[in-house]
């Protein structure tokens, strides 16, 4: 898709600000978990299509999400890896957009993490918690994985009495 040329069209023709929801919306690049920000804009973004955007077409809608995405975003949309027909989607571009910003797993790391948690203030069930999540990132399998949550739990835990039960 050539973008210069739509986004051109867009301006010209369909008077893309003319919504407040489409002024108000913004992707910011800066943020420390992009993939939950990115969701968050993704949910903001599709009410707006379904709402004020409702009867523009999928070519048009790629265009909004473009000029909101910023300049970087449509510098990393330039790299992407879509098929020129799936660029007119909205669904598979915010799919790459997605994929583009998910975190790439490091289970060494997720293992250091996971293995420095301690229960802290929090209550037994926010630490149990915490380890779940935790170890979810850490390639630990079905059973190995609750062999290492209960292990956390006994090096972890504040209470002798909790750490004997275990």
Known sequence: MNFKHCASEVILNIQPWNCRACQSLQWIWGSLNLLQSF??????????????????????????????????????????????????????????????VQPKSNPVFSRYKFNNEVQGDSTIEQ??????????????????????????????VKSQKMRRNY
Do not use: P
């Not at 935790?134 to 609750?146: E, I, M, Q, S, V």
């Open 39 to 100: 969701k968050k804009f993704r949910k903001h973004a599709e009410l707006i299509f379904s709402g004020a955007l409702e009867e523009k077409t999928d070519a048009v809608k790629v265009i909004y999400l473009l000029l909101w995405l910023g300049e970087q975003g449509r510098e990393i949309f330039e790299t992407l890896e879509l098929a020129d027909d799936k660029r007119k989607i909205v669904k598979d571009t915010c799919e790459a957009f997605e994929k583009h």
């Open 127 to 156: 630490f149990v918690t915490r380890l779940k999540v935790l170890a979810r990132d850490c390639n630990f399998g079905d059973t190995y994985r609750d062999n290492m949550i209960r292990d956390r739990i006994v090096f972890g």
